[in-house]
């Protein structure tokens, strides 16, 4: 908080809870992937 300040807190919270989202997006669609192959066959 001393380094960013109070305002930018929010702002930063904001971005890292929507990176964490879409990593984890990322690491779910090869096995989502991966399951509509086996389904196919």
Do not use: T, V
């Not at 930018?8 to 096995?31: C, D, N, V």
Request: aromatic share 4%.
């Amino acid at each position: 908080m001393i380094i960013f300040g109070a305002g930018k807190l929010p702002g930063m919270g904001r971005a890292l809870g929507q990176s964490i989202r879409e990593f984890k997006g990322a690491i779910k669609e090869p096995e989502n992937k991966r399951a509509e192959d086996r389904q196919s066959e």
